[in-house]
């Protein structure tokens, strides 16, 4: 496959700060780049930087945009691994095909995000907790100002190194009256609409003094969802319960290996429905051990706080002993490759 490579004429790499980098506000020199007009074309690795639109760009009316989130780990032997890209080459078509846009070719994906992490590759971190945090998106392209989809796509890969998500465990709302996604929506596919609707309960729910919302169901607010950008995960008298998959949640990577890792240890393990009143009762009866968050960008996010109808729930200190610590290290070792990889996860 032909891809055109336009260098950066001189990397923007000496200017960052290794040690303290904040999350998704620095930049790698290069973008992949492909173009969708009755097919894919014009494939090209162009630096890192402004695109051209114009104001009757149909994405800017119309939320035609869809994205994934990835990352790539340099390992204690100094390779570049990728975390289960594959899984996300299929998720991003999913959310193209509910968004009526083109699905990207498996071909055009890898190699054009191995051209482009060849050329950035001093851009992958070293170190516990880092990664180069990598970020597919899809959007229209036609200049249209009428409800249909658009016969004209741009695909484009660009990545930032990255440290940790959250630093500390998290206190968290449940969300009663807004809602993330319903019944028939686009809750299961990552497309732009499904965060930006979520921007006020949270911004709400922030200046109270917590960190992110659970959300509930639509129709009765009674079940547990998801909780911003993460899968919710609960060790609940000894076994790993998490919400069911639909199309109101989104089939999270992580959540999936999560999965994997405890059936792996034997544990019981129950996708189903999960009551929000069963959580908070838990808490009280003391037979929930655990609540977590699981996401590429957080990993695994363990939760302190529950706060419902006016009043904060306390969970069990996470310790180095706790599920959600056991889960977090098996990641980051097989990440790094410090041991070995026996599902097969890493790629290069």
Same mark, same amino acid.
């Given at each position: 496959m032909l891809i055109k490579i336009n260098q950066k004429k001189v990397s923007s790499i000496s200017e960052v700060d290794f040690q303290n980098l904040v999350f998704g506000r620095v930049y790698a020199d290069h973008m992949f780049v492909a173009d969708y007009d009755n097919g894919w074309k014009d494939l090209r690795i162009d630096p890192y930087g402004p695109l051209s639109l114009t104001p009757g760009n149909a994405t800017l009316h119309y939320g035609q945009s869809i994205f994934e989130g990835m990352k790539a780990y340099r390992t204690i032997a100094d390779e570049i691994k990728l975390f289960r890209p594959e899984k996300n080459w299929e998720r991003l078509n999913r959310s193209a095909e509910r968004m009526q846009m083109p699905v990207l070719p498996r071909e055009i994906f890898f190699e054009g995000l191995s051209a482009l992490l060849k050329l950035d590759q001093a851009w992958v971190p070293a170190g516990e907790g880092m990664?180069?945090?990598?970020?597919?998106?899809?959007?229209?392209?036609?200049?249209?100002?009428?409800?249909?989809?658009?016969?004209?796509?741009?695909?484009?890969?660009?990545?930032?190194?990255?440290?940790?998500?959250?630093?500390?465990?998290?206190?968290?709302?449940?969300?009663?009256?807004?809602?993330?996604?319903?019944?028939?929506?686009?809750?299961? &596919?990552? /497309?732009?609409?499904?965060?930006?609707? +979520?921007?006020?309960?949270?911004?709400?729910?922030?200046? !109270? *003094?917590?960190?992110?919302?659970?959300?509930?169901? &639509?129709? /009765?607010?009674?079940?547990?969802?998801? +909780?911003?950008?993460?899968?919710?995960?609960?060790?609940? !008298? *000894?076994?790993?319960?998490?919400?069911?998959?639909?199309?109101?949640?989104?089939?999270?990577?992580?959540?999936?290996?999560?999965?994997?890792?405890a059936k792996g240890w034997g544990m019981i393990v129950e996708e189903r429905p999960v009551a929000i009143q069963e959580v908070i009762t838990a808490i009280q009866d003391g037979k929930l051990q655990e609540a977590f968050g699981v996401g590429t960008a957080a990993v695994v996010a363990p939760i302190k706080t529950i706060g419902f109808q006016g009043q904060d729930f306390q969970l069990p200190e996470a310790t180095i002993e706790s599920f959600s610590a056991k889960v977090a290290k098996e990641f980051s070792d097989i990440r790094y490759g410090k041991i070995p990889d026996r599902f097969d996860w890493m790629k290069s």
């Open positions: 990664s180069l945090y990598i970020r597919p998106f899809m959007f229209a392209a036609d200049e249209y100002i009428g409800i249909r989809p658009s016969s004209r796509y741009k695909f484009i890969i660009f990545s930032c190194p990255v440290g940790k998500y959250y630093s500390q465990p998290l206190k968290v709302r449940v969300e009663e009256k807004y809602c993330r996604a319903s019944k028939g929506g686009t809750g299961f &596919a990552k /497309t732009a609409g499904n965060y930006a609707a +979520s921007l006020n309960p949270m911004f709400a729910a922030q200046k !109270d *003094g917590y960190d992110q919302l659970i959300w509930t169901d &639509a129709s /009765t607010h009674q079940f547990v969802e998801e +909780s911003g950008t993460m899968n919710l995960m609960f060790l609940l !008298d *000894g076994k790993l319960v998490t919400p069911e998959l639909g199309d109101t949640i989104l089939a999270g990577v992580i959540r999936d290996s999560i999965i994997q890792m």
